[in-house]
């Protein structure tokens, strides 16, 4: 079958159901990021059980996040809210001394319209603790978006942005050339807007992609969240944000909207193309020349030469889970895979439109055919065009690896890359790592069956009386 290059990108939509991990269980990693923080999960017994199980978290560690489960008077309505959920905030204030509460509503805070914005400025006033309410429910389209709608509350926390006396905030975003400007560590810096970078990623993760930025000379003001709560970076008119995840797109919009910054639309860091792409497109906004970034991303090339040799020219399928979905296939895509297909709960075009532009420019680069993408796919039709296509490997939600893997499909938990350090130049041999360990294992077990397979027919051979 010969290979057409299409040098455009269509969408495609269906109506499937969304087959994810709840959102609440963005808990298990933003607890851990925002270090002064406590999560109430107000739910039911199925969402206790759920964390309980997905975190994997024993009692005896005393993470920072609980379950205020709603009972049958709960939800009848028998029972006072306030007075429940403000016990359990003086006890967590007075075992923990967070700096924040965050509330997670659950589906059933929706459903039976439980007022928890409504409470919580009150009970706030009264503890003197702040209290964040996010809606991290079912409702959403991917288990990663309970992230977007906790970055997009606390964003309405971040104090404003000030400028110094006698400077107006049209001259803050003028200062061209920018003169370079030292700190106390002799690193020189541009005197640029404040930029504010969004998404929460370990502590080791911001601080490479600190030090990328650094080395062009650009100074990051603070990330959303932050480690601390105190630490909250200020935001405003004249602000610049830059987001690192491609399921974040409520913060966005809430940046924009409501706190009125300007958003660099950029790639996201994920692979040395993705990394370099993202610092390519900030530079010029502060009117700063990238500077060897073609040699940087040249040398993590070169160092993957054995994990490319392994995948290139295998074939990957993408079913959809956690909306990373076009940056990973982008990566694949500039490695030499082919990608016959990403699906994707959901889609926000402007946000990623960037994404979508170097996809399409990677695979004219590799003159590779543009992989469908298709947004809210329906799993049945999908399974159909696997059965067609018999990709080398599957990635997919954890419901359909092991039915995919009887099939002789390989298959990768997407779960796992949304935990797996993937951002910047220096991670791109673990997104691999996930990638071939499958392909790994599928070749291992050919040589495996052969062997035996040669073992058996040299016994066979061997034991044949001779007439």
């Known amino acids: 079958m010969s290979t057409k290059i299409v040098e455009t990108i269509t969408l495609e939509c269906e109506t499937g159901n969304y087959h994810s991990f709840c ?103 009264e503890i003197g603790v702040p209290i964040l309410v996010a809606r991290a429910n079912g409702l959403d389209y991917a288990f990663t978006q309970g992230e977007d709608t906790v970055l997009a509350v606390m964003a309405h926390r971040c104090p404003d942005q000030e400028f110094p006396i006698g400077e107006s905030k049209e001259t803050k975003t003028k200062l061209f050339p920018f003169p370079l400007l030292k700190e106390k560590n002799l690193v020189e810096y541009a005197n640029h807007p404040p930029l504010v970078i969004f998404g929460s990623l370990p502590s080791n993760l911001v601080s490479q992609l600190d030090t990328e930025l650094r080395r062009q000379c650009i100074k990051v003001s603070g990330w959303l969240p932050a480690q601390r709560y105190a630490d909250l970076p200020s935001l405003g008119d004249g ?15 809430t940046l924009i909207r409501r706190k009125k910054c300007e958003l660099i639309v950029a790639p996201f860091p994920i692979g040395p193309d993705g990394t370099r792409a993202w610092i390519e497109r900030i530079c010029p906004v502060f009117g700063i020349e990238a500077q060897s970034l073609e040699e940087r991303e040249e040398r993590i090339w070169e160092s993957l030469k054995d994990y490319l040799d392994l995948v ?44 979508l532009a170097l996809l399409q420019n990677t695979c004219i680069r590799m003159c590779m055919p543009i992989p469908r993408i298709v947004e809210k796919p329906d799993n049945s039709n999908q399974i159909r065009r ?69 073992r058996k027919n040299n016994e066979l051979y061997t034991s044949t009386p001779v007439k």
Not at 330 to 355: H, N, S, T, W
Request: proline share 4%; net charge negative; aromatic share 10%.
């Open 239 to 253: 602000v610049y944000v830059c987001g690192v995840n491609p399921f974040l797109s409520r913060t966005a919009t």
């Open 312 to 355: 290139r020219g295998k074939s990957v399928f993408f079913m959809g889970d956690n909306l990373i979905e076009i940056s990973i296939a982008r990566f694949l895509i500039r490695c030499g895979m082919i990608v016959y297909e990403i699906g994707i709960p959901y889609m926000d075009k402007r946000y990623q439109a960037a994404e």
């Open 23 to 125: 959102p609440i269980s963005c808990v298990s990693w933003l607890y851990q990021k925002i270090e002064d923080s406590f999560f109430l999960v107000v739910g039911t017994k199925t969402c206790g059980y759920f964390l309980q199980n997905a975190l994997g978290v024993m009692i005896f560690a005393e993470p920072r996040y609980a379950m205020a489960e709603l009972e049958e008077g709960d939800i009848s309505a028998h029972l006072n809210d306030y007075e429940e959920l403000k016990t359990l905030c003086i006890r967590i204030r007075k075992d923990r001394d967070p700096s924040v509460i965050i509330w997670i509503g659950t589906c059933t805070t929706e459903i039976i319209k439980m007022d928890l914005e409504g409470m919580a400025p009150k009970l706030e006033y």
């Open 386 to 454: 696997m059965r067609e296509l018999q990709p080398d490997l599957a990635i997919t939600g954890m419901a359909h690896a092991n039915p995919l893997g009887a099939r002789g499909i390989g298959t990768k938990w997407s779960v796992e890359f949304t935990f797996a350090q993937i951002h910047g130049f220096a991670n791109a041999r673990d997104v691999l790592e996930l990638v071939t360990r499958p392909l790994r294992r599928n070749e291992n077990l050919d040589n495996l069956d052969r062997t035996t397979l040669v």
